[in-house]
């Protein structure tokens, strides 16, 4: 039975981190993606520090002039 608890906990394990992650899979092609990538490392947990990642993630880049 152990190893089939494993089983169900692996994918949600994987899910959880997709979650967590999420903003920085959201904007890995912007300019600031180190930034974001950090802000979601260190304050993702909280959930005002993950809102603020991904809102900043899914936001419009302005062109440089």
């Known amino acids: ?21 999420l903003p920085t899979i959201i904007g890995w092609k912007k300019h600031n993606i180190a930034s974001i990538m950090l802000l979601n490392l260190f304050l993702g947990w909280t959930f005002i ?14 062109p440089y002039r």
């Open 1 to 21: 039975m152990e190893i089939l608890d494993n089983l169900f906990a692996i994918p949600i394990l994987i899910l959880v981190g997709v979650i967590y992650f």
């Open 49 to 62: 520090g993950w809102v603020v990642a991904i809102v900043w993630a899914a936001s419009h880049e302005r």
